[in-house]
Nanobody, 121 residues
Framework: VQLQASGGGLVQAGGSLTLSCATS????????VGWFRQAPGKEREAVSC????????YYADSVKGRFTISSDLAKNTVYLQMNSLKAEDTAVYYC???????????????WGPGTQVTVSS
């Protein structure tokens, strides 16, 4: 089982980035995939999680209306489209595999290496 996040970078406030999480070794019908982030000195937080089989999506309040999560079952890839980025979105972003219907990072069992997102103000 592997997950690999990509697409991070440096962007100005108000700009956009799309993160990709390429997965292998498991199916989306049996697991959720979530995006989490951790900023320096802060705890890890769940940003958005998708249950492709159930069609349910979770967004943190801080990103609602700005971020969109989606999945491509044919490519085993989950995307996070991030618009109207703010300086406070700066963090390392991780994608991970978790149980159906959970946004508790402690229950996510496989994590990929993170990708840095830096938003300059």
């Amino acid at each position: 089982v592997q997950l690999q996040a990509s697409g991070g970078g440096l962007v100005q406030a108000g700009g956009s980035l799309t993160l990709s999480c390429a997965t292998s070794g498991f199916t989306f019908d049996a697991h959720d995939v979530g995006w989490f982030r951790q900023a320096p000195g802060k705890e890890r937080e769940a940003v958005s999680c998708i249950s492709s089989s159930a069609g349910t999506i979770y967004y943190a309040d801080s990103v609602k209306g700005r971020f969109t999560i989606s999945s491509d079952l044919a490519k085993n890839t989950v995307y996070l489209q991030m618009n109207s980025l703010k300086a406070e979105d700066t963090a390392v972003y991780y994608c991970a595999r978790g149980p159906l219907g959970s946004r508790d990072g402690g229950r996510y069992d496989v994590w990929g290496p993170g990708t840095q997102v830096t938003v300059s103000s």
